[in-house]
Every structure is written in structure tokens, then in C-alpha cells.
């Protein structure tokens, strides 16, 4: 488990069952981390929490404990329903439920767009007993599945509460709250305290606990925080030195949009580099795929747009590289949250241009210090330019081809396929070439 371990506490000092402290020691979670000892002792007396803390600190263990215990002393479907910003976040919160209920026969059903509404709906008939999803597709169901609502609910988690109270998740929310019951529990998490956070306490918790975790704007004291300014022609040169470099790190490269994840994934196999894409416009099986790819170390470089930022369970990265300097402050905090976990150290090197010095300014100003330089060499990095080059027309006459004839853009998993195949018979003629290189 994540996060910092409270010194002199236990599990079972926090006042958990017999049958959860089984689970933990099952998950191998020896001590609660610092916002599982403080808020499990409040949700357990049965109050309304507000949990402000930095991605990685453990949240979901906090929320899921209480609610399971709960859950034991009255067992009943639809009990609690945890709302989630993102597909696969949502997904990794039911897996945390099911792992820690597994003792207990706990049934959960995941609510995604990406995914087939109709065997959601045969899901839910089950009566799951945790509900966890993305605002929209939970509106959906409540609306249009026959036979399902949540008049019965005990729970309602908010994980990433900032993030769900953008406007394109604010009218699913107040749907959602009008569809449940103001008889009940309602956790708020977060790693920052915004005013749409403040306001949506006001409307939804009574007398509400507030768990600190960590300081509003602290990045872990671990993280090796560095910048190189680099001309904005010469940024994919910088980005593969420093991948050079540092050849032996488990890294994740953020970009701003999903076009660029897929080209630099595509530009850095072409170079050797075992890079793969994640972003909002690949199928829920590709995301998912590409996580499972990268945590199973079979790719060590993760491209992904602020999608991949926001609390994945990826226990071992090395190295977060911002290619694309974020526009919001707390965009970078949630990305370098990456790194640096579980009291490890980690390095963020943001790599800014000419265009971006303001917004870069204001991150070392929200951080509260200066950046270092990460060490580099303009002539050294500018040797790589020919292969740099090459790699880019390569990769993006393979994005031109795939989109389709005349133009017409063929989307899908097809054309992930294809790059995928693509990439395997460049790699294996680019090596059979190297090693008649070195035979002579």
C-alpha cells in the first residue's frame, strides 16, 4: 500500500473487524497510512468526511474499509456508490473493493462509458452491493435501466471531488444527487480544497470531518524536481536525450493532447524505446491494455494524456517528464504525484519552450521554489537530430496511412493494431540491420 505509514498505529487500533483486518493482511497493507488512521476512526462513528489528500496517500483504502464494515452489519445491494472522473480509476476503486471483500462475497459493478450498456444493465440486476463509475454513464442507467435506481443508498464517495465538480460533470452530479437519498453518508476526497469543493459541502455533508493528509500545495520531499528550456523545434530531441540518459527509469511522459501521445509513442519505437500511448480517445480495452502493458513491464515508458494523471494505481515509476508544460498548476501536481511514492525518490523534468516560461514561472511559484536545470549539452543533444528526423517522417506518414483512403479517418482499436504491427516489423528489421552492422 501507498502513502505514508502512521508511526504506532494498526489496523486494528482504527476499530476494524476481524474480517477486514484478514484483507488487509491479505493485501499485504501492514500499517494505515496517515489519511486511512485519521479518517477511518471518524467514518466508523458514522460521519460525513471531507479527505484532502495527495494522489498516492492511500484515499480509496480510507472510504473502502469504512463502508465495507459497514456494509457487514447490514447487508443490503446498492449500498454505497463511489462516483470516479475517469474510466480507469473507477475500474481500479471496484477491483480495491472486491479485493478487500473477497472474504466477504462483496459484489461490485463498474459504470463506464467505453463499455456495452446492456451487460452493465444484466450487472446490475445481480443487486451489486457497490456501485462505482464515471457521473455520466451512472445518469444513464438511473435514467433508462429498468428496475434500477438507488433509493436505498447508505454511501456516496466523491474520489477526486475537484476534478468531478468541472463543468462537464456538474449537471451529471446534481442529476445524481436528486436521484439518492439525503439520508445518508457522503465522503468527499480530493488533493486540493477548491471553492466548487467548499460548495458542494455545503450542499450535500452535514457536520462534515476535514482530514488534512498533506499540505495544499506539497509535493513529496522525495521528488527531484528539474526543468531544461529547450527551442520548441528541438523538443523531441530533448525528450529522447534525456529517455537516454536515463535508459534504466520506469517513466511517464505527459503531453497536452491525445494526437501527441500516439506520434511520440510511435517516434520513440522507431528509436528503440519501449513507449506506448494512453489517452481519452483509445477504447476503455485499450486504455486498459496499455496500463496492464506498462505496469507489467513490457513498455517502461507510458505516454498519456492528464487522463493517466489522476490516481492509477502504477506503483513503480522512476520518472515523470512533462513534454507538454501544464496550463493548470494543479495538472502538474497531480502529475508528478506519480513519482516518488511509498518514500521512494523520483525526478519530474518539465521540458519548457519559449511559449511556455509563464506557466512554468507559476508551477515553481505554487511549488514554492526554484527548479534546478537537469544537466544537458545543446551539441550533444543535437547529434540526434538526423534520427530524430527520420523517426518523426516515419511516424507520421504510418498516421497518414492510417487514416484510411481519401482522407477519411478509420478510428478504432484497427488502427492501434496496426501500429502495433507496424512498430514490431520496423523494430525487428531495425535490429536484424544493427546486428549486420555489428557482425561486420
Known sequence: MEGDREEGKSFKDLGLCEQLLEACDRMNWKYPSKIQAEAIPHALEGKDLIGLALTGSGKTGAFALPILQSLLDSPQPFFACVLSPTRELAIQIAEQFEALGAGIGVKCAVLVGGVDMVQQSINLAKRPHIIVGTPGRLVDHLSNTKGFSLRTLKYLVLDEADRLLNEEFEKSIDEILKFIPRER?????SATMTSKVK??????????????AASKYSTVDTLKQQ?????????????VYILNEMSGCTSMVFTRTCDATRFLALMLRHLGHRAIPIS????QSK?????????????NILIGTDVASRGLDIASVDMVINYDIPTNV????????????????G??????????????VQIEKFVGKKFPEFPSQEEEVLLLMESVKEAKRVSLAKIKELGGKNGKKRGGDDDDEDMDKDTDKYMTHRNVKSSKKMKK
Not at 460548495?199 to 488534512?212: F, G, M, S, T, Y
Not at 481519452?280 to 477504447?283: E, H, I, W
Request: charged share 30%.
Open 330 to 345: 494543479k495538472d502538474y501536481k497531480h502529475r508528478v504525484g506519480r513519482t516518488a511514492r511509498a518514500g521512494r525518490s
Open 185 to 189: 453518508r457522503t465522503y468527499l476526497f
Open 227 to 239: 526543468y531544461c528550456f529547450v527551442p520548441a523545434k528541438y523538443k523531441e530531441c530533448y525528450l
Open 287 to 299: 486504455r486498459l491494455g496499455a496500463l496492464n502493458q506498462f505496469k507489467a513491464g513490457e513498455c
Open 280 to 283: 481519452g480517445k483509445m477504447s
Open 199 to 212: 460548495k458542494l459541502q455545503r450542499a450535500c455533508l452535514r457536520n462534515p470531518v476535514k482530514i488534512e
Open 347 to 360: 525526478v519530474a523534468i518539465s521540458l519548457v519552450n519559449q511559449y511556455e516560461v509563464e506557466w512554468f
